[in-house]
């Protein structure tokens, strides 16, 4: 009885017309009884042929010589690596420590140039501002929101429910907002207020 | 006659005699002339096999050296039961397969893809004409090609097995699956090289 590997050998020497009977015979003896090699066909063990003559790679010159280095560093003495382990833990943690400062230095800078009031922005606005902007009421800011005074000079082009005359410094409502009460303007702003539109 | 104490000419000769197990076995007494037969013996062999797994020379290195020295630490758990063969390509299949999934180098390294390293690595061949030898390297490259594009199960089992040459029998134990599984694998990953590679001319295939 041949194996499977066999078979396959000789299967290429079948097609290969270079089989002896008693070949042929074992080979068709194996073929009925394994079913791993009974759709084996010719054509098919020309691939095992192309990949057994792919070129073969080899390690660089001087292999030899870096496994020697790498089984020597492997046993340095138990102090040393134990140095090296220690060197590493405090430069990961060192690195960690100044990333953090950085970070924190970094968030008090950004944090300390914001204005005093809460600025509706579309990153900063919650839920209740967009409500109260869609609704119109106060201009979308909250009751409880505070306004810093120069918000009108700086926000001119996004003013909620107006706009600023800038040669007059007056402040004009705008038509589809003149349903808004005067009362429910931000009182910082109402000063501001010079005339609604009919 | 003690292992440690014999003659290093008279043990380089005799240690190319000795089977791999005779060497391990050797090593495992402390006998490090037979760690080195043993890594002369592999080198290539496990280089060519991490080589065309990864796709990646530089790699192959690294997870070649790192199989000798986990053999060299844990010689200790080798056991006759097995060959050593198929325990060293378990080693190596392992990690291979590790770094696979850690950097993921598979979907940026294409076996094909034959950088200015891996020229470093080809054998020399001057033997031919140029005109035979680019298209030969063409359909070389084909070849490696398709290999990287086949499924990870029936890549390893072909290239165990057609490109290393081992028995179904070590690649069912370094694989750890049935014989049968091994043999299917093998005639599948075939089939799909022959679907893919009818491109290359038949009387080339046909030789």
């Known amino acids: 009885m041949i194996s499977c590997e066999d078979f396959e050998r000789y299967l290429l020497q079948l097609h290969q017309g270079r089989l002896t009977e008693e070949l042929k015979a074992a080979l068709e003896e194996h073929r009925k009884i394994c079913h791993c090699c009974e759709d084996l066909t010719p054509e098919l063990l020309k691939i095992r042929q192309r990949l057994l003559s792919l070129v073969r790679l080899e390690p660089r010159p001087g292999f030899e010589m870096r496994l020697v280095q790498k089984l020597q560093g492997m046993s340095q003495p138990l102090g040393s690596r134990n140095r090296t382990w220690e060197r590493r833990w405090v430069a ?60 009108l000079t700086r926000n001119r082009e996004n003013l909620p429910f107006g706009s600023l005359d800038d040669s007059t410094g007056e402040f004009h409502l705008t038509a589809d907002r003149d349903t808004v009460p005067v009362n429910q303007i931000p009182p910082e702003w109402q000063g501001q207020v010079v005339s609604q539109p009919k | 006659m003690s292992i440690k104490n014999r003659n290093s000419a008279e043990n380089a000769t005799s240690l190319k005699d000795w089977t791999d197990e005779d060497l391990i076995f050797s090593f495992q007494q402390g006998d490090v002339e037979a760690f080195n037969e043993i890594v002369n013996r592999y080198k290539n062999p496990l280089f060519n096999f991490v ?28 056991h006759r039961i097995a060959k050593f063969s198929t325990w060293i390509y378990t080693i190596a299949s392992n990690l291979a397969k590790t770094e696979l999934r850690r950097k993921k180098i598979k979907q940026f390294f294409s076996i094909s893809s034959k950088g200015t390293e891996e020229k470093d690595y080809d054998l020399p061949d001057r033997s031919h004409d140029i005109e035979r030898d680019v298209d030969r390297s063409m359909k070389q490259h084909a070849v490696l090609k398709e290999i990287d594009r086949l499924p990870s199960p029936f890549k390893e089992a072909v290239i165990l097995r057609d490109i290393q040459d081992l028995s179904y029998e070590e690649i069912s134990g370094i694989l750890d699956v049935p014989l049968g599984t091994v043999k299917s ?23």
């Open chain 1, 92 to 151: 990961n943690w060192l690195a960690f420590g100044v990333g953090a400062v950085a970070t924190v230095m970094i968030g008090f800078l950004i944090f300390s140039h914001q204005p005093a009031g809460n600025v509706n922005t579309s990153t900063s606005m919650t839920a209740e501002n967009k409500e109260a902007m869609n609704t119109g009421v106060n201009g979308g800011l909250l009751p409880q929101q505070q306004v810093s005074p120069d918000l």
């Open chain 2, 51 to 78: 080589s065309r797994l990864l796709g990646d020379p530089m790699f192959s290195e690294d997870i070649v050296q790192e199989t000798f020295v986990r053999v060299y630490r844990n010689k200790h758990r080798y």
């Open chain 2, 185 to 207: 694998r093998v005639n599948r990953g075939r089939a799909r090289l022959q679907r893919r590679l009818r491109f290359i001319g038949r009387e080339e295939m046909n030789d």
